[in-house]
């Protein structure tokens, strides 16, 4: 799954690779569920895109969604009208996952090697007299990553932006894509497990033996 990500790069070059106006962005280094996020999407028309904020997450009677799976998410009920129809790009700079041995969980951010910003695949719901809602959807790690974490966030490249925007790239070569992208992972302090935590040093790379938040235990 992924429960976290960063937002750092600036409006001038965002703007640049989505060839489109974007002014004020909110960055932050430890985006979590709940929190608003910027998307972008077409208009009804095609016409444009689109750029406003989200919240991240889905509210349903059984539970709170925050990812979804792409092998099925063109079947389940609750994603598939989304899949067919609303899907939009959440800007990223990388992302955090969780390491389980079986006794602790340690924190690692993931990034791109280029260091370039990257654009996530998510649902878009348009809730009436609410804010629009969003779902991150995930895949397969690639080899890059797969020893941190078997999930990552699916990464849409910018030459693929208008299929998925329109909806005419299919899962296949979505996740073909994905296990092409060349990743980076290192250890962080575990000052990422608690959202009231949001500074640039929370992606530093961190040995987990001179962590400054476990000494505070």
């Known amino acids: 799954m992924?429960?976290?990500?960063?937002?750092?790069s600036s409006a001038k070059t965002l703007s640049k690779e989505l060839d489109m106006a974007l002014e004020n962005i909110s960055h932050s280094h430890n985006i979590s569920p709940g929190d608003s996020v910027l998307s972008i999407h077409e208009d009804p028309e095609g016409n444009s895109r689109v750029a406003e904020y989200a919240q991240w997450g889905l509210k349903t009677p059984q539970n709170f969604h925050i990812n979804a799976r792409i092998e099925t998410i063109d079947t389940l009920p609750?994603?598939?009208?989304?899949?067919?129809?609303?899907?939009?790009?959440?800007?990223?700079n990388g992302f955090y996952e969780w390491y389980r041995d079986g006794v602790t969980k340690q924190p690692y951010y993931i990034f791109p090697k280029n260091h370039t910003p990257i654009y996530l695949g998510a649902l878009r719901y348009s809730l009436s007299n609410e804010s629009d809602n969003v779902v991150l959807i995930t895949t397969e790690s690639n080899t890059d990553i797969k020893a941190v974490h078997d999930r990552m966030p699916l990464i849409i490249p910018i030459q693929a932006h208008k299929e998925w925007l329109n909806g005419t790239i299919n899962k296949s070569k979505l996740i073909e894509m994905n296990s092409t992208i060349s990743m980076e992972a290192h250890t962080v302090s575990r000052r990422v497990n608690s959202t009231l935590n949001n500074d640039h040093t929370?992606?530093?790379?961190?040995?987990?033996a001179n962590d400054d938040q476990l000494r505070l235990f």
Do not use: M, N
């Open 2 to 8: 992924c429960g976290r990500f960063t937002l750092f």
């Open 78 to 92: 609750r994603f598939r009208d989304a899949w067919a129809q609303s899907r939009c790009l959440i800007p990223a």
């Open 202 to 208: 929370l992606i530093d790379k961190k040995d987990p």
